[in-house]
């Protein structure tokens, strides 16, 4: 297994920005699809960001794109998502999720088809 944690997340103002960053440790892929899930109350969970480990392109769900960056540092297992322009509506808590694939494209958006996941973060913005 893969053992994740995320960091970053706290209490920012209507406007403002956030990094959040994923650390692995224990098992490697050699190929994997990595995504940024989030959850508010009483709503499903929702993906935010994908991108496969092999890939060079990244999706993004049309309610956060030109506003968050979905990046990575393979040498030191770490994944970020930048969020700039924060809206009251982003308030969730925030998962990074992993899953070692066999295949280079697209990553699947079905947050049961990953199986590592982080405990998640809070992002409050108010």
């Known amino acids: 297994d893969v053992q994740l944690v995320e960091s970053g997340g706290g209490l920012v103002q209507p406007g403002g920005s956030l990094r959040l960053s994923c650390g692995a440790s224990?098992?490697?892929?050699?190929?994997?699809?990595m995504s940024w899930f989030r959850q508010a109350p009483g709503k499903e969970r929702e993906t935010v960001a994908t991108m496969h480990s092999g890939g060079t392109s990244t999706l993004y769900a049309d309610s956060v794109k030109g506003r968050f960056t979905f990046s990575q540092d393979n040498a030191k297992r770490m994944l970020y998502l930048q969020m700039n322009s924060l809206k009251p509506e982003d308030t969730a808590m925030y998962y990074c999720?992993?899953?070692?694939?066999?295949?280079?494209?697209?990553?699947?958006?079905?947050?049961?088809?990953?199986?590592?996941w982080g405990q998640g973060t809070q992002v409050t913005v108010s």
């Open positions: 224990g098992a490697r892929y050699s190929n994997s699809c």
């Open positions: 999720a992993l899953r070692g694939v066999t295949w280079v494209g697209l990553c699947p958006h079905n947050p049961a088809w990953y199986t590592d």
